[in-house]
């Protein structure tokens, strides 16, 4: 049998586990200010596991603490946005140079992503966490690739924040849905040509894109401008 510690810590997981994924998905939008007694009604759970809960979440970086007024969601900052972009920049465009010159490695890739990109074109467009997972798992694959555990496993830590972040750009452009598919389908093509160089380029292109940024040191897509 559970004892009281073991079993307020379950409800306490539980309570992040729910708040964070309302987070991630903008069900609760960044701005917002909820609190403790709103988020124990919901969960059918006291305060001490939502206290808890919102603790772990502010020292995570998704929400302030306020207290007696509650916990105030952190939007995506552009600073943030624009960390995140860079990231994944330098992360899948260092995967396609370590398989770029390796025809094997190269057609097992695109395999995967077009096998993600056929599954990704067939879900509604409606679905937007559904959406979100297979546009994360296209970009995962890629990071995966370069056959580098630690920097691969980096990416994965940047899934949460690319995942809020697509969500977010989905909910604020309808439009952001296609431009999604068309992209990931140009930088398939980069991949299958073997072209690192273009798929930087494109890999940019598509993120300052559907995030609406700009950022340092883009490099010039499809324009035939120099940096």
């Known amino acids: 049998m559970l004892n009281a510690s073991s079993s307020t810590g379950s409800a306490a997981e539980r309570v992040y586990g729910e708040v964070k994924e309302l987070i991630l998905t903008n069900r609760i939008a960044g701005g917002e200010l909820i609190s403790e007694g709103e988020v124990a009604q919901r969960c059918e759970v006291s305060r001490t596991p939502v206290r808890e809960a919102f603790l772990r979440l502010e020292t995570e970086g998704?929400?302030?603490?306020?207290?007696?007024?509650?916990?105030?969601?952190?939007?995506?900052?552009?600073r943030e946005a624009s960390d995140v972009v860079e990231a994944r920049i330098l992360l899948e465009g260092?995967?396609?140079?370590?398989?770029?010159?390796?025809?094997?490695?190269?057609?097992?890739?695109?395999?995967?992503?077009?096998?993600?990109?056929?599954?990704?074109?067939?879900?509604?467009?409606?679905?937007?966490?559904?959406?979100?997972?297979?546009?994360?798992?296209?970009?995962?694959?890629?990071?995966?690739?370069?056959?580098?555990?630690?920097?691969?496993?980096?990416?994965?830590s940047l899934g949460e924040r690319h995942r809020r972040m697509t969500i977010a750009s989905v909910h604020r452009d309808v439009g952001v849905a296609s431009r999604i598919l068309a992209d990931h389908a140009a930088l398939l093509d980069a991949i299958e040509q073997g072209d690192a160089e273009r798929f930087r380029a494109e890999l940019a292109h598509h993120l300052a894109g559907v995030h609406d940024l700009e950022y340092p040191n883009q490099p010039a897509a499809r324009t035939g401008e120099t940096r």
């Open 94 to 156: 260092h995967a396609v140079d370590a398989i770029a010159a390796d025809d094997n490695r190269i057609r097992r890739l695109a395999a995967q992503l077009r096998d993600n990109l056929a599954t990704h074109r067939d879900t509604d467009l409606e679905d937007i966490d559904t959406f979100s997972h297979h546009d994360a798992q296209f970009h995962q694959l890629i990071a995966a690739a370069g056959g580098n555990d630690l920097l691969a496993g980096f990416y994965v």
């Open 62 to 78: 998704w929400m302030r603490l306020y207290p007696k007024r509650g916990a105030l969601i952190i939007p995506i900052s552009d």
